[in-house]
């Protein structure tokens, strides 16, 4: 069995065929997906999709690119929305100074608003982080201890991952990894130790190398999780035993 821990099968990319989509995952062997929520949109309808999909959880937040929109009416809905029964964390949340769609004072402010939230309410975190690294590692190094979770389409160096764990985080690996030039995160994927492993597609981008360019879709991580089990010379089996038991684990076995 495999653990998609990162989707947005709500997106209407997938409003044409979500439950082939889902049926193709299913044949695939992933049985538990999770969709994440990045603004007030797409969280409903990841409670709505979760709601209504056998083996599909669902995560709320506010992702950096939309961190201007923060106010005290949407942390509250966030706060409301984290009871449901099908929200296991929150996030995505983060640091994205590669398109700063959202000036850089807002997103740090969107940031630590939910990571606060995420300490109040015991809940992990997914962390997108896009050519923000340093100041990504101050903020939650600041939260260690109180707040944990998952970096999100790991993209930093071992030395980046090896402080992340450190804090208590785990590292997720995506179909970057399949690339022929990822050298720096295939060496992530051989270091990193089992029991701190998650695989992810981020559908419907970052397709694998045999679909790059095209869109993903959850069926796609065993592919992740073949590259990285040939990276670290062991079994495909291996690896997607451990990956779901660590997700089950952070997620607290939905």
């Not at 109040?120 to 990504?136: G, S, T």
């Not at 397709?207 to 069926?219: D, H, T, W």
Request: negative net charge; aromatic residues 8%.
């Amino acid at each position: 069995m495999l653990f998609d821990s990162h989707t947005h099968l709500q997106l209407p990319d997938f409003d044409k065929d979500r439950d082939a989509a889902l049926a193709r995952a299913h044949e695939a062997g992933v049985t538990r997906m999770l969709c994440i929520g990045f603004d007030e949109r797409t969280s409903a309808a990841a409670i709505s999709l979760a709601k209504n999909s056998e083996g599909i959880y669902a995560t709320v937040g506010l992702h950096p690119h939309e961190a201007r929109g923060l106010n005290d009416t949407l942390l509250t809905q966030l706060r409301g929305w984290a009871a449901h029964p099908q929200v296991v964390a929150l996030g995505e949340m983060g640091l994205d100074f590669y398109r700063n769609l959202s000036p850089r004072e807002d997103q740090h402010r969107a940031f630590e608003a939910q990571l606060q939230l995420a300490e109040e309410l015991n809940l992990p975190v997914i962390i997108h982080n896009r050519d923000a690294h340093d100041e990504i590692l101050v903020t939650l190094e600041r939260y260690a201890g109180r707040v944990n979770g998952v970096m999100h389409c790991f993209s930093g160096d071992w030395e980046m991952a090896r402080r992340c764990m450190d804090i208590g985080y785990f590292i997720s690996i995506a179909g970057p990894v399949t690339y022929r030039k990822s050298h720096q995160l295939q060496e992530v994927a051989r270091r990193t130790p089992l029991d701190r492993l998650l695989i992810e597609t981020d559908c419907p981008w970052l397709a694998p190398q045999f679909r790059r360019g095209k869109r993903n879709e959850p069926a796609y991580v065993k592919a992740v999780a073949e590259c990285i089990a040939e990276l670290r010379g062991t079994s495909f089996e291996e690896i997607a035993v451990a990956t779901t038991e660590n997700a089950c684990a952070i997620f607290r076995n939905p």
